[in-house]
């Protein structure tokens, strides 16, 4: 199995930054894929941004250009830099690992608020 466990999540105001960080633990052998998605109150969980394990990354446009996606393969560990947070970005951010023989990995998720 593999675990994901997602940190990072809080406050900001818009303009702001925050980073996200999701450390999986487990098979990480088999992982492929890891990325995030977000659910906004009374909305549908959407996906924002992935990355292989060959380093290919992958963007929803709501977010290109603002968020970077970046893996540091010796901490088993995926973050997510967030810049010039709108409050629209306000949502509950999930982590997941897609593995091979597996399936998806989801954690519990952060919440992010944007606001003044």
């Known amino acids: 199995q593999v675990q994901v466990v997602e940190s990072g999540g809080g406050l900001v105001q818009p303009g702001g930054s925050l980073r996200l960080s999701c450390a999986a633990s487990?098979?990480?052998?088999?992982?492929?894929?890891m990325g995030w998605y977000r659910q906004a109150p009374g909305k549908q969980r959407v996906w924002v941004a992935d990355?292989?394990?060959?380093?290919?990354?992958n963007y929803a446009d709501s977010v290109k250009g603002r968020f970077t996606i970046s893996r540091d393969n010796a901490k088993n560990t995926v973050y997510l830099q967030m810049n010039s947070l709108k409050p629209e970005d306000t949502a509950v951010y999930y982590c997941?690992?897609?593995?091979?023989?597996?399936?998806?990995?989801w954690g519990q998720g952060t919440q992010v608020t944007v606001s003044s």
């Open positions: 487990g098979s990480i052998f088999s992982i492929y894929r």
């Open positions: 997941i690992a897609d593995s091979r023989g597996i399936g998806r990995s």
């Open positions: 990355i292989t394990s060959a380093g290919s990354t």
